[in-house]
Structures are given as structure tokens and as C-alpha cells.
């Protein structure tokens, strides 16, 4: 079945707070915390979701102005490898410069490999690191910070 990416909407907190929780299990964000979040202004996020609402992955961002940052970003782990965390990704680029946006901020866990890779594979350089500033099972990883350029 293809899966499609398509904008969140309101109705998708359940599926969403689903999704997290299995991508993030030791920090799982609640419907009631990812509500929150989105109702920031400037966020707004993906999904990528099957024709019956399997839901595969999720990208949630935040733009101000000329700048956005990803606030969390997770792809089902039995769906991981198969390109859906590169085409969420995708979309966000495209659409946030088509919003206006010139950069695009994150946050990755430095011993995060997949991640850093994929960051890496789609053109995003490291600005700076904060020291023990993600949580882990066991113990603060430090964080590296991320950016790319959008648009021309
Ligand atoms: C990071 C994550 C979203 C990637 O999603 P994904 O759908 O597996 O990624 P893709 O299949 O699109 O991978 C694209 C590229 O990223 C890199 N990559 C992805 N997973 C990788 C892995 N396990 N090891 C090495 N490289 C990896 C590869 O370059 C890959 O391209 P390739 O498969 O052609 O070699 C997913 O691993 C995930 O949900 N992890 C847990 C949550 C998380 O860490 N989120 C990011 C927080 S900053």
C-alpha cells in the first residue's frame, strides 16, 4: 500500500500521540502535550499515513518569520529504512521555504546515527552543540544543532 504525506490535522492527535509514543518511548509526548505544541504559533507539522489511517511517521515544526525549527520528527520503527523519514523531511523543506522560511534549525542527539545521517544526506550542517542537553535512558546526551538553507 503506498503511504501518503499529508498536513496534520486537528483530528490526528490520537494517531499522532500513538506514533510518538512508539518513537519515542522513554519521552513519549501525551495528546494533551503535542495539543500544546501545536497550538504554538507557527506550528504545524506531517504525517505519513497509509490509505486507512496506519499511521508511519510524523514531522512537527515551528516557523517565526525566516526561521523554523523541528520540534519532533519519528518514523515507526517496524517502517524505518524504507524512505518516509526522507520524504516527510522533504516536504517540510519544500513547503517551509515556500512559506517564506530561509533556514531550518534541529536538534539531534550526537550518538543518533540514523538521524545524523539522514540530516546529513539532506544537506544540513552542525552550527553548534549543547552539552547534555537531550534526555536518554540512561543519562543527558549532549545535543548537536543543525541548520540548513531553504529555498534558491
Ligand atoms: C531518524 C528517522 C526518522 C529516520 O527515518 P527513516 O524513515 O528510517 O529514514 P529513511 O528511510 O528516509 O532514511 C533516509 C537515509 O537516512 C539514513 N539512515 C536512516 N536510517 C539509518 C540507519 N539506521 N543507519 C544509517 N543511516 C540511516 C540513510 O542515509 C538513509 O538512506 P538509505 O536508506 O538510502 O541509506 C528514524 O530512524 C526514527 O524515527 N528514529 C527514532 C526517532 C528519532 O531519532 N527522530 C529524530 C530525532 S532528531
Given at each position: 500500500?503506498?503511504?501518503?504525506?499529508?498536513?496534520?490535522?486537528?483530528?490526528?492527535?490520537?494517531?499522532?500521540?500513538?506514533?510518538?509514543?512508539?518513537?519515542?518511548p522513554h519521552d513519549p509526548w501525551n495528546r494533551r502535550a503535542l495539543a500544546e505544541v501545536l497550538a504554538m504559533p507557527g506550528a504545524g507539522g506531517w504525517l505519513i499515513a497509509e490509505a486507512g489511517e496506519s499511521a508511519l511517521g510524523f514531522l512537527l515544526v515551528?516557523?517565526?518569520?525566516?526561521?523554523?525549527?523541528?520540534?519532533?520528527?519519528?518514523?515507526?520503527?517496524?517502517?524505518?529504512?524504507?524512505?518516509?523519514?526522507?520524504?516527510?523531511?522533504?516536504?517540510?523543506?519544500?513547503?517551509?521555504?515556500?512559506?517564506?522560511?530561509?533556514?531550518?534549525?534541529l536538534e539531534v542527539a550526537i550518538d543518533n546515527a540514523a538521524a545524523r545521517r539522514l540530516y546529513e544526506r539532506l544537506g544540513f550542517l552542525q552550527v553548534g552543540r549543547r552539552a547534555g542537553y537531550l534526555s536518554?535512558?540512561?543519562?543527558?546526551?549532549?545535543?548537536?544543532?543543525?541548520a540548513r538553507r531553504l529555498g534558491p
Open positions: 500500500m503506498t503511504a501518503e504525506v499529508r498536513p496534520l490535522a486537528a483530528t490526528d492527535l490520537d494517531l499522532l500521540a500513538g506514533l510518538h509514543r512508539d518513537c519515542f515551528r516557523r517565526a518569520a525566516d526561521e523554523a525549527e523541528i520540534l519532533s520528527f519519528g518514523v515507526a520503527p517496524a517502517h524505518r529504512r524504507e524512505g518516509l523519514g526522507g520524504r516527510l523531511l522533504e516536504t517540510a523543506l519544500a513547503a517551509l521555504a515556500a512559506q517564506g522560511a530561509a533556514r531550518l534549525f536518554a535512558p540512561d543519562g543527558p546526551r549532549d545535543a548537536l544543532v543543525l
